[in-house]
Protein backbone atom coordinates (compact mmCIF):
# COMPACT_ATOMS: atom_id res chain seq x y z
CA UNK A 1 0.00 0.00 0.00
CA UNK A 2 0.81 3.55 -0.51
CA UNK A 3 1.18 5.47 2.06
CA UNK A 4 0.88 10.21 2.99
CA UNK A 5 0.14 11.99 5.77
CA UNK A 6 -2.13 14.29 4.88
CA UNK A 7 -3.28 17.71 7.51
CA UNK A 8 -7.52 17.81 8.31
CA UNK A 9 -9.48 20.17 10.20
CA UNK A 10 -11.70 18.82 12.68
CA UNK A 11 -14.91 18.26 10.99
CA UNK A 12 -13.07 18.11 7.15
CA UNK A 13 -14.65 15.68 4.70
CA UNK A 14 -13.40 13.85 2.00
CA UNK A 15 -15.81 12.56 -0.78
CA UNK A 16 -14.55 10.62 -3.60
CA UNK A 17 -15.58 8.34 -6.37
CA UNK A 18 -13.86 5.01 -6.90
CA UNK A 19 -14.12 1.56 -8.68
CA UNK A 20 -12.37 -1.71 -7.54
CA UNK A 21 -9.85 -3.13 -7.13
CA UNK A 22 -8.55 -1.07 -4.95
CA UNK A 23 -9.04 -0.32 -1.26
CA UNK A 24 -8.03 2.55 1.32
CA UNK A 25 -7.33 3.32 4.67
CA UNK A 26 -6.89 6.80 7.03
CA UNK A 27 -5.55 6.36 10.48
CA UNK A 28 -4.09 8.49 13.01
CA UNK A 29 -2.05 7.71 16.17
CA UNK A 30 -1.61 4.17 14.58
CA UNK A 31 -5.48 3.39 15.01
CA UNK A 32 -7.57 3.13 11.65
CA UNK A 33 -10.16 5.61 11.58
CA UNK A 34 -12.27 4.44 8.35
CA UNK A 35 -11.52 2.17 6.11
CA UNK A 36 -12.49 0.52 2.27
CA UNK A 37 -10.75 -3.17 2.46
CA UNK A 38 -12.32 -3.39 -0.98
CA UNK A 39 -13.90 -1.09 -3.55
CA UNK A 40 -17.24 -2.39 -5.32
CA UNK A 41 -16.62 -3.25 -9.04
CA UNK A 42 -18.77 -0.85 -10.29
CA UNK A 43 -18.29 2.90 -9.42
CA UNK A 44 -19.02 4.20 -6.24
CA UNK A 45 -19.44 7.04 -4.00
CA UNK A 46 -17.56 6.45 -0.40
CA UNK A 47 -17.28 9.84 1.92
CA UNK A 48 -15.25 10.03 4.80
CA UNK A 49 -15.89 12.67 7.76
CA UNK A 50 -12.82 13.56 10.43
CA UNK A 51 -13.64 14.27 13.49
CA UNK A 52 -10.27 15.12 15.42
CA UNK A 53 -7.61 18.01 13.81
CA UNK A 54 -4.51 16.52 12.73
CA UNK A 55 -2.26 14.65 10.87
CA UNK A 56 -4.19 11.33 9.64
CA UNK A 57 -2.16 8.66 7.54
CA UNK A 58 -3.79 7.97 4.08
CA UNK A 59 -2.98 4.37 2.82
CA UNK A 60 -4.22 3.08 -1.07
CA UNK A 61 -3.30 0.73 -3.30
CA UNK A 62 -4.24 1.39 -7.06
CA UNK A 63 -4.30 5.12 -7.87
CA UNK A 64 -6.67 4.33 -10.61
CA UNK A 65 -9.27 3.49 -8.57
CA UNK A 66 -10.20 6.90 -7.53
CA UNK A 67 -12.40 8.62 -10.27
CA UNK A 68 -12.68 11.64 -8.81
CA UNK A 69 -11.74 12.92 -5.07
CA UNK A 70 -11.22 16.06 -2.95
CA UNK A 71 -11.66 17.52 0.75
CA UNK A 72 -12.96 20.46 2.40
CA UNK A 73 -13.71 21.54 5.71
CA UNK A 74 -17.79 23.02 5.85
CA UNK A 75 -16.93 25.54 8.02
CA UNK A 76 -14.46 27.47 5.64
CA UNK A 77 -15.18 25.84 1.80
CA UNK A 78 -17.72 28.61 1.32
CA UNK A 79 -14.55 30.62 0.98
CA UNK A 80 -11.92 28.45 0.09
CA UNK A 81 -13.53 25.92 -1.80
CA UNK A 82 -12.74 22.10 -2.11
CA UNK A 83 -9.07 20.69 -2.29
CA UNK A 84 -8.63 18.61 -5.26
CA UNK A 85 -6.92 15.18 -4.68
CA UNK A 86 -4.94 13.17 -6.71
CA UNK A 87 -3.87 9.50 -6.31
CA UNK A 88 -0.57 8.36 -7.26
CA UNK A 89 1.50 4.98 -7.20
CA UNK A 90 3.50 7.17 -4.62
CA UNK A 91 1.84 10.51 -3.02
CA UNK A 92 -1.13 12.21 -2.96
CA UNK A 93 -1.34 15.77 -4.78
CA UNK A 94 -3.50 17.85 -2.89
CA UNK A 95 -4.65 21.66 -4.51
CA UNK A 96 -6.40 24.30 -2.90
CA UNK A 97 -7.47 27.77 -3.15
CA UNK A 98 -5.49 29.45 -6.28
CA UNK A 99 -3.55 26.12 -6.92
CA UNK A 100 -6.78 25.05 -8.43
CA UNK A 101 -7.15 27.88 -10.72
CA UNK A 102 -3.33 27.54 -11.67
CA UNK A 103 -3.62 23.44 -12.92
CA UNK A 104 -6.76 24.97 -15.09
CA UNK A 105 -4.88 27.28 -16.61
CA UNK A 106 -1.75 25.03 -17.24
CA UNK A 107 -3.77 23.16 -19.67
CA UNK A 108 -3.29 24.89 -23.19
CA UNK A 109 -6.00 23.70 -24.18
CA UNK A 110 -8.55 24.81 -21.45
CA UNK A 111 -10.48 28.00 -22.18
CA UNK A 112 -9.99 30.51 -20.18
CA UNK A 113 -13.22 33.13 -19.52
CA UNK A 114 -15.37 30.16 -19.92
CA UNK A 115 -16.59 28.05 -17.20
CA UNK A 116 -15.63 24.44 -17.24
CA UNK A 117 -15.54 21.28 -14.33
CA UNK A 118 -12.30 20.62 -12.87
CA UNK A 119 -12.60 16.75 -14.26
CA UNK A 120 -15.37 14.23 -15.79
CA UNK A 121 -18.08 15.12 -17.59
CA UNK A 122 -20.46 18.17 -17.57
CA UNK A 123 -23.78 18.99 -19.34
CA UNK A 124 -26.24 21.79 -18.83
CA UNK A 125 -26.22 24.47 -16.30
CA UNK A 126 -28.75 24.21 -13.59
CA UNK A 127 -30.23 25.73 -10.20
CA UNK A 128 -28.53 29.26 -11.07
CA UNK A 129 -29.21 31.28 -8.46
CA UNK A 130 -27.85 34.52 -6.51
CA UNK A 131 -27.21 34.34 -2.74
CA UNK A 132 -26.40 37.74 -1.47
CA UNK A 133 -23.37 38.67 -3.15
CA UNK A 134 -22.64 34.95 -4.07
CA UNK A 135 -23.58 33.50 -7.29
CA UNK A 136 -24.63 29.99 -7.60
CA UNK A 137 -24.00 28.18 -10.30
CA UNK A 138 -24.82 24.10 -10.26
CA UNK A 139 -24.17 22.01 -13.48
CA UNK A 140 -25.20 18.22 -14.75
CA UNK A 141 -22.15 16.54 -13.70
CA UNK A 142 -21.31 12.93 -14.18
CA UNK A 143 -17.92 12.52 -11.22
CA UNK A 144 -16.83 9.06 -12.89
CA UNK A 145 -16.00 9.69 -16.34
CA UNK A 146 -15.37 11.88 -19.41
CA UNK A 147 -18.91 10.91 -20.95
CA UNK A 148 -22.16 11.36 -19.99
CA UNK A 149 -23.61 9.13 -17.08
CA UNK A 150 -25.74 8.81 -14.12
CA UNK A 151 -25.95 12.46 -13.06
CA UNK A 152 -25.46 14.50 -10.38
CA UNK A 153 -25.40 18.12 -9.65
CA UNK A 154 -21.49 19.48 -9.87
CA UNK A 155 -21.84 23.15 -7.89
CA UNK A 156 -19.31 26.14 -7.94
CA UNK A 157 -19.62 29.90 -6.91
CA UNK A 158 -18.51 33.46 -8.09
CA UNK A 159 -18.24 36.93 -6.27
CA UNK A 160 -18.68 38.23 -9.88
CA UNK A 161 -19.88 35.63 -12.59
CA UNK A 162 -16.37 35.39 -13.88
CA UNK A 163 -14.03 33.79 -11.34
CA UNK A 164 -15.57 30.75 -9.87
CA UNK A 165 -14.81 28.49 -6.83
CA UNK A 166 -15.65 24.83 -6.69
CA UNK A 167 -17.87 23.25 -4.39
CA UNK A 168 -18.70 19.97 -3.14
CA UNK A 169 -21.35 18.15 -5.26
CA UNK A 170 -24.55 19.05 -4.27
CA UNK A 171 -27.13 16.56 -5.09
CA UNK A 172 -26.81 12.59 -5.97
CA UNK A 173 -28.70 10.44 -8.33
CA UNK A 174 -31.28 9.02 -5.25
CA UNK A 175 -29.74 5.02 -6.65
CA UNK A 176 -26.45 3.61 -7.24
CA UNK A 177 -26.78 3.53 -11.10
CA UNK A 178 -23.72 2.23 -11.84
CA UNK A 179 -24.50 -0.88 -9.57
CA UNK A 180 -27.52 -1.51 -11.42
CA UNK A 181 -26.26 -1.07 -15.18
CA UNK A 182 -28.21 2.05 -15.36
CA UNK A 183 -28.39 5.50 -16.22
CA UNK A 184 -30.70 8.42 -14.69
CA UNK A 185 -29.95 10.41 -11.78
CA UNK A 186 -30.27 14.34 -10.81
CA UNK A 187 -31.89 15.57 -14.03
CA UNK A 188 -31.77 19.54 -14.57
CA UNK A 189 -33.87 21.76 -12.52
CA UNK A 190 -34.19 25.39 -11.34
CA UNK A 191 -33.89 27.22 -8.48
CA UNK A 192 -37.01 28.44 -6.97
CA UNK A 193 -37.04 31.04 -3.61
CA UNK A 194 -40.43 30.97 -2.20
CA UNK A 195 -42.06 33.90 -0.82
CA UNK A 196 -40.58 33.47 2.35
CA UNK A 197 -37.36 34.07 0.67
CA UNK A 198 -36.69 30.33 1.41
CA UNK A 199 -34.21 28.82 -1.63
CA UNK A 200 -35.07 25.35 -2.89
CA UNK A 201 -34.34 23.37 -5.98
CA UNK A 202 -36.94 21.77 -8.51
CA UNK A 203 -35.79 19.31 -10.44
CA UNK A 204 -36.30 15.96 -12.41
CA UNK A 205 -35.23 12.73 -11.39
CA UNK A 206 -34.75 9.99 -14.17
CA UNK A 207 -35.50 6.74 -12.32
CA UNK A 208 -32.83 3.83 -13.25
CA UNK A 209 -33.41 3.70 -16.98
CA UNK A 210 -32.40 0.91 -19.10
CA UNK A 211 -32.38 2.40 -22.80
CA UNK A 212 -31.37 5.91 -23.40
CA UNK A 213 -34.43 6.70 -26.19
CA UNK A 214 -37.61 5.39 -24.09
CA UNK A 215 -39.43 3.15 -21.47
CA UNK A 216 -37.52 5.51 -18.70
CA UNK A 217 -39.80 7.34 -15.72
CA UNK A 218 -38.89 11.01 -14.80
CA UNK A 219 -40.80 12.21 -11.99
CA UNK A 220 -40.31 15.56 -10.46
CA UNK A 221 -38.45 16.67 -6.91
CA UNK A 222 -37.59 19.43 -4.66
CA UNK A 223 -34.46 19.88 -2.66
CA UNK A 224 -33.90 22.06 -0.31
CA UNK A 225 -30.55 22.87 0.26
CA UNK A 226 -28.99 22.99 3.96
CA UNK A 227 -27.81 26.66 5.72
CA UNK A 228 -24.34 26.38 4.05
CA UNK A 229 -25.55 25.85 0.73
CA UNK A 230 -23.42 22.37 0.84
CA UNK A 231 -25.53 19.41 -0.04
CA UNK A 232 -29.20 19.00 -0.54
CA UNK A 233 -30.38 18.19 3.07
CA UNK A 234 -34.04 17.27 2.12
CA UNK A 235 -35.40 16.07 -0.49
CA UNK A 236 -39.44 15.10 -1.60
CA UNK A 237 -41.04 14.20 -4.49
CA UNK A 238 -43.78 16.22 -5.78
CA UNK A 239 -45.10 15.09 -9.51
CA UNK A 240 -44.80 11.55 -10.44
CA UNK A 241 -48.04 11.30 -12.79
CA UNK A 242 -47.56 11.86 -16.05
CA UNK A 243 -50.58 13.25 -18.04
CA UNK A 244 -52.44 11.57 -20.41
CA UNK A 245 -50.62 11.31 -23.61
CA UNK A 246 -47.34 11.99 -22.69
CA UNK A 247 -44.86 9.27 -22.39
CA UNK A 248 -41.49 9.09 -20.61
CA UNK A 249 -39.67 12.06 -21.36
CA UNK A 250 -41.47 14.81 -18.57
CA UNK A 251 -38.67 16.79 -17.13
CA UNK A 252 -36.45 19.61 -16.32
CA UNK A 253 -39.36 22.39 -14.28
CA UNK A 254 -38.66 25.47 -14.50
CA UNK A 255 -40.95 27.36 -11.11
CA UNK A 256 -41.81 30.82 -10.59
CA UNK A 257 -44.59 32.65 -8.23
CA UNK A 258 -47.14 34.01 -10.55
CA UNK A 259 -48.61 37.38 -9.51
CA UNK A 260 -51.56 36.96 -12.18
CA UNK A 261 -52.59 33.38 -10.90
CA UNK A 262 -51.82 34.59 -7.45
CA UNK A 263 -50.42 30.87 -7.58
CA UNK A 264 -47.08 28.99 -8.50
CA UNK A 265 -46.81 27.95 -11.96
CA UNK A 266 -44.25 25.14 -13.64
CA UNK A 267 -43.26 24.44 -16.95
CA UNK A 268 -42.24 21.15 -18.31
CA UNK A 269 -40.75 19.28 -20.82
CA UNK A 270 -42.37 16.87 -22.89
CA UNK A 271 -43.86 15.91 -25.92
CA UNK A 272 -47.43 14.80 -26.04
CA UNK A 273 -48.46 11.99 -28.34
CA UNK A 274 -45.16 12.34 -29.99
CA UNK A 275 -45.21 16.26 -30.84
CA UNK A 276 -42.61 18.11 -28.29
CA UNK A 277 -44.85 19.84 -25.65
CA UNK A 278 -44.35 22.39 -22.99
CA UNK A 279 -46.74 21.67 -20.46
CA UNK A 280 -47.78 23.92 -17.49
CA UNK A 281 -48.87 22.92 -13.97
CA UNK A 282 -50.46 25.14 -11.29
CA UNK A 283 -49.92 24.77 -7.59
CA UNK A 284 -51.20 26.66 -4.48
CA UNK A 285 -48.28 25.43 -1.92
CA UNK A 286 -45.36 23.84 -3.58
CA UNK A 287 -46.28 20.55 -3.09
CA UNK A 288 -49.41 19.28 -4.56
CA UNK A 289 -49.04 19.99 -8.30
CA UNK A 290 -52.14 20.17 -11.20
CA UNK A 291 -51.95 19.63 -14.59
CA UNK A 292 -52.63 23.06 -16.63
CA UNK A 293 -52.43 22.02 -20.50
CA UNK A 294 -49.89 22.44 -22.59
CA UNK A 295 -48.45 25.85 -22.48
CA UNK A 296 -47.45 24.87 -26.11
CA UNK A 297 -47.23 22.06 -28.55
CA UNK A 298 -44.71 22.33 -31.65
CA UNK A 299 -46.21 21.92 -34.64
CA UNK A 300 -46.04 18.70 -36.91
CA UNK A 301 -43.08 19.83 -38.58
CA UNK A 302 -41.08 19.76 -36.37
CA UNK A 303 -41.53 15.93 -34.99
CA UNK A 304 -41.37 14.43 -39.00
CA UNK A 305 -38.00 16.39 -38.64
CA UNK A 306 -36.46 13.77 -36.01
CA UNK A 307 -37.70 16.22 -32.75
CA UNK A 308 -38.45 13.99 -29.81
CA UNK A 309 -39.58 15.55 -27.09
CA UNK A 310 -38.95 19.63 -25.52
CA UNK A 311 -35.90 20.00 -23.09
CA UNK A 312 -34.89 22.33 -20.67
CA UNK A 313 -37.61 24.98 -21.51
CA UNK A 314 -37.37 28.36 -20.01
CA UNK A 315 -40.20 30.77 -19.30
CA UNK A 316 -39.97 34.30 -18.33
CA UNK A 317 -41.70 37.68 -18.78
CA UNK A 318 -39.09 40.31 -19.99
CA UNK A 319 -40.00 44.18 -21.21
CA UNK A 320 -43.37 43.55 -20.81
CA UNK A 321 -43.88 40.71 -22.48
CA UNK A 322 -43.54 36.74 -21.54
CA UNK A 323 -40.24 34.56 -23.76
CA UNK A 324 -40.56 30.92 -24.31
CA UNK A 325 -37.36 28.84 -24.98
CA UNK A 326 -36.83 25.44 -25.56
CA UNK A 327 -34.71 22.94 -26.82
CA UNK A 328 -35.93 19.88 -29.53
CA UNK A 329 -33.75 17.03 -29.01
CA UNK A 330 -33.39 15.16 -31.87
CA UNK A 331 -34.41 17.53 -34.06
CA UNK A 332 -32.43 18.14 -37.37
CA UNK A 333 -33.22 21.48 -39.12
CA UNK A 334 -33.04 20.09 -43.16
CA UNK A 335 -32.41 23.49 -44.56
CA UNK A 336 -28.91 23.93 -43.09
CA UNK A 337 -28.35 20.23 -41.33
CA UNK A 338 -28.01 21.91 -37.92
CA UNK A 339 -29.46 20.24 -35.34
CA UNK A 340 -28.63 20.65 -31.02
CA UNK A 341 -30.54 23.90 -31.82
CA UNK A 342 -32.52 26.42 -29.16
CA UNK A 343 -36.02 27.93 -30.15
CA UNK A 344 -37.62 30.70 -28.49
CA UNK A 345 -41.28 32.65 -28.86
CA UNK A 346 -42.39 35.66 -27.41
CA UNK A 347 -46.23 36.50 -26.28
CA UNK A 348 -48.34 37.00 -23.49
CA UNK A 349 -49.65 34.96 -21.08
CA UNK A 350 -52.78 35.35 -20.41
CA UNK A 351 -55.42 33.08 -17.80
CA UNK A 352 -52.85 30.27 -18.00
CA UNK A 353 -52.77 31.00 -22.00
CA UNK A 354 -49.17 32.12 -23.85
CA UNK A 355 -50.23 33.36 -27.25
CA UNK A 356 -47.38 34.18 -29.32
CA UNK A 357 -46.93 37.38 -31.35
CA UNK A 358 -45.89 34.84 -34.32
CA UNK A 359 -45.81 31.63 -35.01
CA UNK A 360 -42.22 31.82 -36.39
CA UNK A 361 -39.88 30.85 -33.44
CA UNK A 362 -36.51 32.61 -33.20
CA UNK A 363 -33.82 30.49 -33.67
CA UNK A 364 -31.39 31.57 -31.15
CA UNK A 365 -28.37 30.86 -31.68
CA UNK A 366 -27.11 29.47 -35.15
CA UNK A 367 -23.80 27.86 -34.38
CA UNK A 368 -25.65 24.92 -32.71
CA UNK A 369 -23.13 24.51 -29.40
CA UNK A 370 -25.56 26.53 -27.38
CA UNK A 371 -27.85 24.44 -26.13
CA UNK A 372 -29.90 23.97 -22.49
CA UNK A 373 -29.84 27.47 -22.29
CA UNK A 374 -31.39 28.15 -18.15
CA UNK A 375 -31.98 31.92 -17.41
CA UNK A 376 -33.04 33.74 -14.36
CA UNK A 377 -34.38 36.86 -12.69
CA UNK A 378 -31.79 39.02 -10.41
CA UNK A 379 -31.75 42.76 -9.89
CA UNK A 380 -34.11 43.38 -13.29
CA UNK A 381 -31.92 41.19 -15.62
CA UNK A 382 -32.82 37.97 -16.77
CA UNK A 383 -28.93 36.18 -16.59
CA UNK A 384 -28.16 33.35 -18.75
CA UNK A 385 -25.74 30.50 -19.15
CA UNK A 386 -25.91 27.63 -21.93
CA UNK A 387 -24.27 24.46 -22.48
CA UNK A 388 -21.41 24.45 -25.17
CA UNK A 389 -21.76 20.97 -27.03
CA UNK A 390 -23.59 19.51 -29.73
CA UNK A 391 -22.96 15.65 -29.57
CA UNK A 392 -21.74 15.87 -32.85
CA UNK A 393 -18.19 16.79 -31.89
CA UNK A 394 -16.50 15.02 -28.60
CA UNK A 395 -13.23 16.59 -26.47
CA UNK A 396 -10.13 14.65 -28.42
CA UNK A 397 -8.99 11.94 -26.28
CA UNK A 398 -6.79 12.35 -23.43
CA UNK A 399 -8.69 15.65 -22.13
CA UNK A 400 -9.21 15.36 -18.41
CA UNK A 401 -13.04 16.76 -18.63
CA UNK A 402 -15.97 17.31 -21.20
CA UNK A 403 -17.91 20.47 -21.45
CA UNK A 404 -17.92 24.57 -20.90
CA UNK A 405 -20.43 26.71 -20.82
CA UNK A 406 -21.03 29.88 -22.43
CA UNK A 407 -20.20 33.20 -21.05
CA UNK A 408 -23.28 34.26 -18.82
CA UNK A 409 -25.68 36.18 -20.60
CA UNK A 410 -28.04 39.15 -19.94
CA UNK A 411 -31.40 38.89 -22.09
CA UNK A 412 -33.75 41.87 -23.89
CA UNK A 413 -36.01 42.11 -26.75
CA UNK A 414 -35.35 44.60 -29.11
CA UNK A 415 -37.86 46.95 -30.49
CA UNK A 416 -38.70 43.91 -33.16
CA UNK A 417 -39.91 42.16 -29.83
CA UNK A 418 -36.82 39.80 -31.27
CA UNK A 419 -35.11 38.12 -27.76
CA UNK A 420 -32.09 39.69 -27.95
CA UNK A 421 -28.40 38.35 -25.81
CA UNK A 422 -25.08 39.67 -25.04
CA UNK A 423 -22.53 39.48 -22.15
CA UNK A 424 -23.36 39.83 -19.27
CA UNK A 425 -22.02 43.51 -17.62
CA UNK A 426 -20.10 41.85 -15.11
CA UNK A 427 -18.02 40.04 -17.53
CA UNK A 428 -17.66 43.37 -19.12
CA UNK A 429 -15.80 44.26 -15.93
CA UNK A 430 -14.03 41.32 -15.51
CA UNK A 431 -12.54 41.21 -18.87
CA UNK A 432 -8.70 42.94 -18.97
CA UNK A 433 -9.19 44.47 -22.10
CA UNK A 434 -5.84 45.20 -23.50
CA UNK A 435 -6.10 46.60 -27.28
CA UNK A 436 -4.24 44.24 -29.56
CA UNK A 437 -2.56 46.87 -32.28
CA UNK A 438 -2.03 45.87 -35.74
CA UNK A 439 1.10 45.25 -37.28
CA UNK A 440 -0.59 46.09 -40.98
CA UNK A 441 -3.78 46.84 -42.27
CA UNK A 442 -5.61 44.05 -40.48
CA UNK A 443 -3.63 42.14 -39.22
CA UNK A 444 -2.71 40.95 -35.83
CA UNK A 445 -0.45 38.67 -33.61
CA UNK A 446 -2.21 36.64 -31.06
CA UNK A 447 -0.77 35.97 -27.79
CA UNK A 448 -2.51 32.94 -26.14
CA UNK A 449 -5.36 34.63 -24.39
CA UNK A 450 -9.08 34.70 -25.40
CA UNK A 451 -9.44 37.66 -27.91
CA UNK A 452 -12.38 39.43 -28.33
CA UNK A 453 -13.08 41.59 -32.19
CA UNK A 454 -15.78 44.17 -32.36
CA UNK A 455 -16.95 45.60 -35.88
CA UNK A 456 -19.21 49.01 -36.06
CA UNK A 457 -20.17 50.16 -39.82
CA UNK A 458 -21.02 48.43 -43.31
CA UNK A 459 -20.52 44.79 -42.17
CA UNK A 460 -21.00 43.28 -45.74
CA UNK A 461 -17.50 42.14 -47.44
CA UNK A 462 -16.04 41.39 -43.42
CA UNK A 463 -13.80 38.46 -43.63
CA UNK A 464 -12.52 37.43 -40.21
CA UNK A 465 -9.60 35.09 -40.34
CA UNK A 466 -8.02 32.79 -37.29
CA UNK A 467 -4.94 30.61 -37.87
CA UNK A 468 -2.82 28.66 -35.89
CA UNK A 469 0.48 27.74 -37.14
CA UNK A 470 -0.97 28.13 -40.82
CA UNK A 471 -4.07 26.03 -39.99
CA UNK A 472 -7.71 27.36 -40.20
CA UNK A 473 -9.25 27.81 -36.15
CA UNK A 474 -12.46 29.67 -37.38
CA UNK A 475 -13.21 31.67 -40.11
CA UNK A 476 -16.39 33.78 -39.95
CA UNK A 477 -17.74 35.63 -43.56
CA UNK A 478 -20.41 38.21 -44.24
CA UNK A 479 -21.86 38.27 -47.59
CA UNK A 480 -25.07 38.95 -49.09
CA UNK A 481 -26.46 40.15 -46.20
CA UNK A 482 -25.76 36.85 -44.18
CA UNK A 483 -22.82 36.06 -41.81
CA UNK A 484 -21.21 32.41 -41.65
CA UNK A 485 -18.91 30.36 -39.55
CA UNK A 486 -16.37 27.59 -40.45
CA UNK A 487 -14.50 25.56 -38.15
CA UNK A 488 -11.27 22.91 -39.11
CA UNK A 489 -13.74 20.36 -38.35
CA UNK A 490 -16.90 21.72 -40.95
CA UNK A 491 -16.68 19.61 -44.20
CA UNK A 492 -19.06 21.66 -45.81
CA UNK A 493 -22.48 19.25 -45.27
CA UNK A 494 -23.89 21.53 -42.58
CA UNK A 495 -24.24 25.27 -42.74
CA UNK A 496 -24.02 27.53 -40.00
CA UNK A 497 -24.99 30.65 -41.02
CA UNK A 498 -27.71 33.63 -40.62
CA UNK A 499 -29.66 36.57 -42.08
CA UNK A 500 -27.88 39.79 -40.54
CA UNK A 501 -29.67 42.00 -42.91
CA UNK A 502 -29.16 45.98 -42.05
CA UNK A 503 -26.65 44.92 -38.82
CA UNK A 504 -24.08 47.58 -38.20
CA UNK A 505 -22.66 45.84 -35.46
CA UNK A 506 -20.59 42.24 -34.98
CA UNK A 507 -18.73 41.09 -31.98
CA UNK A 508 -16.72 37.39 -31.70
CA UNK A 509 -15.28 36.59 -28.81
CA UNK A 510 -12.57 33.75 -29.21
CA UNK A 511 -11.41 31.41 -26.43
CA UNK A 512 -9.36 28.21 -26.95
CA UNK A 513 -11.89 26.64 -29.84
CA UNK A 514 -15.21 29.00 -28.08
CA UNK A 515 -16.59 31.47 -30.76
CA UNK A 516 -19.43 33.35 -29.34
CA UNK A 517 -20.57 35.52 -32.34
CA UNK A 518 -23.54 38.53 -31.24
CA UNK A 519 -24.54 40.87 -34.39
CA UNK A 520 -27.79 43.01 -34.68
CA UNK A 521 -27.62 44.14 -31.56
CA UNK A 522 -27.49 40.56 -29.96
CA UNK A 523 -30.73 39.20 -32.11
CA UNK A 524 -28.57 36.99 -33.82
CA UNK A 525 -26.33 34.85 -31.89
CA UNK A 526 -23.78 32.25 -33.41
CA UNK A 527 -21.81 29.76 -30.72
CA UNK A 528 -19.63 27.37 -31.66
CA UNK A 529 -16.89 24.69 -30.06
CA UNK A 530 -13.84 23.96 -31.62
CA UNK A 531 -11.47 21.11 -30.63
CA UNK A 532 -8.73 22.08 -33.44
CA UNK A 533 -6.11 24.64 -33.81
CA UNK A 534 -7.61 26.25 -30.49
CA UNK A 535 -4.75 28.46 -29.80
CA UNK A 536 -4.70 30.92 -33.06
CA UNK A 537 -1.72 33.12 -33.47
CA UNK A 538 -2.44 34.80 -36.79
CA UNK A 539 -5.80 36.84 -37.10
CA UNK A 540 -6.47 38.73 -40.42
CA UNK A 541 -9.36 41.05 -40.28
CA UNK A 542 -10.58 42.57 -43.93
CA UNK A 543 -14.07 44.56 -43.52
CA UNK A 544 -15.41 48.22 -44.27
CA UNK A 545 -16.23 49.12 -41.07
CA UNK A 546 -14.34 50.18 -37.86
CA UNK A 547 -12.31 47.02 -36.17
CA UNK A 548 -11.04 47.14 -32.88
CA UNK A 549 -9.71 43.95 -30.94
CA UNK A 550 -9.07 42.80 -27.70
CA UNK A 551 -7.10 41.00 -25.67
CA UNK A 552 -8.89 39.28 -23.37
CA UNK A 553 -7.99 37.44 -20.13
C1 LIG B 1 -30.44 18.40 -21.83
C2 LIG B 1 -30.79 17.23 -20.92
C3 LIG B 1 -31.98 17.53 -20.05
C4 LIG B 1 -31.80 16.58 -18.91
C5 LIG B 1 -30.30 16.56 -18.76
C6 LIG B 1 -29.74 15.22 -18.37
O1 LIG B 1 -29.11 18.38 -22.24
O2 LIG B 1 -31.01 16.06 -21.69
O3 LIG B 1 -33.23 17.40 -20.70
O4 LIG B 1 -32.45 16.96 -17.75
O5 LIG B 1 -29.75 16.94 -20.00
O6 LIG B 1 -28.37 15.30 -18.13
Known amino acids: MA????????????????????????????????????FEAHPSYYSYHHREAGSVVV???????????????????????????????????????????TWLRSDPQRPRIHFS???NWMNDPVGLCRMGDCWHLFYQFHPCGGDWGPMHWGHA?????????????????EQNLWRLGATGGAFSGNAFEDRDGRLMFFYTERLPAYDLFKGYR??????????RMIKAASISTVLEQRPEGVEHDFRDPKVWWDEAAGAYRMVLGASIHGDPAVLLYGSEDLREWKYLGPLFRAPPFFREQGARAVECPDFFPIDGKWVLIMGLVGHCDPGSGRHNLLYGLVGDFVDDRFIPDSDALQLLDFGSDYYAMQSFATDGRQIAFAWLFNWEFRKPAGSPY?????????????????????????????????????????????????????????????????????????SIVVEDQSISVQLPQDDGSIRYAAAIAGATDLRVIHDKGIVEIFADGGAVCGTRRNYLNVRPDDLVILSKAHVSVFSGG
Request: with cysteine; net charge negative.
Open 157 to 173: TSPDLFNWTHMPVFLHP
Open 402 to 474: SGELSLPRQLSLDARNRICMRPADEVEEALTHAPLSSAEPGRYVLDDASIDIRLNGTLDGTRITATEAGQLSF
Open 218 to 227: EIQKIARPDR
Open 117 to 119: PCR
Open 3 to 38: KATVSFASGERLEFWAVGPGAVTISQYGETLWSVPA
Open 59 to 101: EWDRPEAFLWAYSYDPATVAEAGIKLWEFSTDEILIRAGKEIG
